[in-house]
């Protein structure tokens, strides 16, 4: 079985500044998406960017980028210019391609604090 | 388009009640996830449908715990004479056919087992 591993329950970043946080999986397939998730605490999963394992370019969406390693099952978010509407839970998730549609694993997550 | 609906938003419940979760997925996506959330903690995986059928229940508690994806209407997560470690925020995902499309996210319910 697949599993999500993020190793800091906390981080803390100040505004404008730049933080990375840290996600690894343990897989033993070659097809799969990641991803990264925000919760903010109104609750609402947002989808902030995603990767696919066959693709040696790190994704980029705007202030969030990733640097994923595959043979070392590392996939880190960027957040650059960080913004006080960056507060909030975030999860990195695995989404096996084996088997049609799989659902994500996700790891624990880490809350982001952000200040002014 | 609509996003993934959810209701109730809220829900107390006593122990030994039943609550019933429901999910209405994007218009067009035929899979339905179910994931549990504890407090301080990530979503853990329940269930997996697709209209009428469980595809994998392999998260879900073998007792008391239900899930179905009729033909017509939302999806329902029943959980059966409720105890206080059900509380948790429950989601509902759903995604089209295409494996390349991501999960698109409900709001939850908050049950509170009292």
């Known amino acids: 079985a697949q599993t999500v591993t993020q190793s800091q329950p906390e981080m803390s970043v100040q505004e404008a500044e730049t933080v990375t946080l840290s996600c690894t999986y343990d897989t033993s397939e070659s097809d799969y998406y990641l991803f990264w998730y925000k919760q903010p605490p109104s609750r609402q999963m947002i989808l902030v960017i995603r990767?696919?394992?066959?693709?040696?370019q790190n994704a980029t969406e705007n202030r969030f980028s990733v640097n994923f390693q595959k043979a070392a099952k590392s996939f880190s978010l960027k957040i650059s210019d960080s913004q006080l509407g960056d507060a909030a839970m975030y999860f990195c998730a695995y989404r096996s391609l084996s088997s049609g549609n799989t659902p994500l694993v996700f790891g624990k997550g880490t809350r982001l604090s952000v200040i002014a | 388009n609509a996003g993934v609906m959810q209701n109730p938003r809220h829900l107390v419940r006593r122990r030994g009640q039943e609550a019933r979760l429901r999910c209405s997925p994007m218009?067009?996506?035929?899979?339905v996830y179910w994931y549990r959330q504890l407090p301080e903690e990530g979503l853990k995986f329940m269930v997996y449908l697709q209209k009428e059928n469980i595809i994998d229940e392999s998260g879900m508690p073998k007792e008391r715990f239900s899930a179905e994806f009729p033909k017509e209407g939302p999806s329902i997560l029943r959980i059966q004479q409720v105890v206080r470690g059900d509380s948790a925020a429950y989601f509902c995902?759903?995604?089209?056919?295409?494996?390349?499309?991501?999960?698109?996210f409900g709001n939850g319910t908050r049950l509170t087992v009292t």
């Open positions: 990767q696919e394992a066959y693709k040696q």
């Open positions: 995902a759903s995604s089209p056919d295409s494996v390349n499309s991501p999960l698109h």
């Open positions: 218009k067009g996506h035929s899979h």
